[in-house]
Structure formats: structure tokens, C-alpha cells
């Protein structure tokens, strides 16, 4: 399929120096802010790039479900291939694609796991049956069918009954403290506006990068 005709000219809103703060996690706040006013769906939803050993890297979609001054925090299983690959290499990268919004945000930083009282404040939060779920699914493990989670679901649903889910052990949180954000509003002509923060010794910097 030829796609060289598929394209989408960009409205033209523009991005400013001076309408950006000097600390990005500020301006993301407000970009996101932005987008879930206007009812975007998942605006929480970003794509999570890590890369094994080998340098092969891997790309998925996970949710945020924090962040502040210190950094973008996810959730999953510590056995998953993407806990693997961090803990072979802990640099990650993230994009959120507000495409309607003509908008990302790339991150580039080092991931550490949250504590174990985040971890717990943060499970005890979930819906039940997503805490089950939890312990349930061995991610990313080969299964033969759908008929084995469904299995164990009703078997763990059982045994636990009415009583609090534990946290399980091998579940957890992680921390992408960032290095380096992006933030690009596409703009007419295919000139759009990319500024770049990076961290240094004394603070944040901030450039615009030519689209």
C-alpha cells in the first residue's frame, strides 16, 4: 500500500518560548491538564520503549498512574519481558502521542522501581478484580489457553473470598525519572515546534530544536 498521498495538515496553534515553564513536569501538569478537559481518551496512555541486553529494542503501551517533580510512574509484573529488559538496562524512553490534540511528548530517563508502601497504596486503589487479576496472570509466560487464567481467576477468587487482596510480590511499580522531555505541537508546512528540556547539575535546560 502506497501511503506517499496520506497526510494531515496541522492546524497551526504554535508553541512558544515564553508560554512554556522552566521546569518540564510543570508543563507537562498542564499539557495534561489540557487534554483530559478536552476528553481525550486515555490521555494517561504512553508508549514505553526499553531495549534488552543486545540493544533490541521494544516498544508497548502502559498507563501512567502518577506523576510529580520526581518523575512518571507505571505499574506491572516484575516478571514481565519489559521488567526484564529494565533491569538488564535501565534506560527508557516514553512518548505521549495526543495526536487529536496535534501533540507529544517524548521522555528519555532512568527507571527505578517505586517503594513498597507506593506499590501497596497504589494496589489497595485498583479494582478488585484487577488486584486478582494481578495475581493470576504470569505476564508475558507462553499459556495454552485463555481457559487457564479464567481457571485460576475462579480458583483464587474462592480461596481468597470476601477478605483484602495481598499485594503479590512479584508486582510493583517503576519510576521513569527523566533526563531529557520534548514537546512538539505540529505546525503548517511541516514546521513544527519542538522544544527540548534537558537535566543538568544546576537545573533544566531548554532549547528549540529545528522540526
Given at each position: 500500500m502506497d501511503l506517499s498521498d496520506f497526510?494531515?495538515?496541522?492546524?497551526?496553534?504554535g508553541l512558544q518560548r515564553e508560554d512554556l515553564e522552566a521546569d518540564p513536569m510543570r508543563q507537562f501538569e498542564g499539557w495534561f491538564k489540557q487534554a483530559t478537559e478536552l476528553g481525550l481518551h486515555e490521555p494517561n496512555a504512553m508508549s514505553l520503549g526499553t531495549a534488552d541486553a543486545a540493544g533490541r529494542p521494544l516498544l508497548r503501551t502502559v498507563l501512567l498512574k502518577h506523576f510529580d517533580a520526581a518523575g512518571?510512574?507505571?505499574?506491572?509484573?516484575?516478571?514481565?519481558?519489559?521488567?526484564?529488559?529494565?533491569?538488564?538496562?535501565?534506560?527508557?524512553?516514553?512518548l505521549f502521542p495526543w495526536i487529536v490534540l496535534e501533540r507529544q511528548v517524548i521522555v528519555q530517563g532512568r527507571v527505578e522501581k517505586t517503594t513498597a508502601e507506593e506499590t501497596a497504596h497504589y494496589f489497595h486503589l485498583r479494582p478488585?478484580?484487577?488486584?486478582?487479576?494481578?495475581?493470576?496472570?504470569e505476564q508475558s509466560a507462553v499459556i495454552e489457553s485463555?481457559?487457564?487464567?479464567?481457571?485460576?481467576?475462579?480458583?483464587?477468587?474462592a480461596r481468597v473470598g470476601g477478605g483484602e487482596v495481598p499485594v503479590p510480590p512479584f508486582w510493583g511499580g517503576?519510576?521513569?525519572?527523566?533526563?531529557?522531555?520534548?514537546?512538539w505541537q505540529?505546525?503548517?508546512?511541516?514546521?513544527?515546534?519542538?522544544?527540548?528540556?534537558?537535566?543538568k547539575a544546576e537545573g533544566w535546560s531548554l532549547e528549540r530544536l529545528s522540526p
Open positions: 497526510r494531515q495538515e496541522y492546524t497551526g496553534r512518571f510512574v507505571f505499574y506491572t509484573n516484575y516478571g514481565s519481558r519489559k521488567a526484564r529488559h529494565m533491569a538488564e538496562n535501565p534506560q527508557v524512553s516514553l478488585r478484580d484487577s488486584q486478582l487479576g494481578a495475581w493470576v496472570s485463555r481457559q487457564v487464567l479464567t481457571e485460576k481467576l475462579a480458583e483464587l477468587t517503576y519510576r521513569v525519572v527523566p533526563e531529557t522531555v520534548e514537546f505540529g505546525g503548517p508546512a511541516r514546521l513544527h515546534d519542538r522544544f527540548f528540556y534537558e537535566r
